[in-house]
């Protein structure tokens, strides 16, 4: 009996965070990139100039 007042209890207290919310979610998408992301070559660990980030 114990155990079924515990689960009920439980429960109860748990239902009030179960409320739906409404999200928004923005996805930016690009799929054609020519040239440097970062202003950085990462292969020859130097700085490089001509990046999307300036």
């Known amino acids: 009996m114990r155990k079924i007042i515990f689960m009920l209890l439980t429960g109860l207290s748990l239902s ?3 409320h739906a919310q409404a999200v928004q979610i923005k996805v ?3 799929s054609d ?3 440097s992301f970062f202003p950085y070559d ?3 660990r130097r700085d490089r ?3 999307l980030v300036e």
Do not use: L, M, P, R
Request: overall charge positive; proline content about 0%; glycine content about 14%.
């Open 49 to 51: 100039k001509g990046s």
């Open 28 to 30: 930016i998408q690009t």
């Open 16 to 18: 009030q965070y179960t």
């Open 33 to 35: 990139v020519h040239g």
């Open 42 to 44: 990462f292969i020859n």
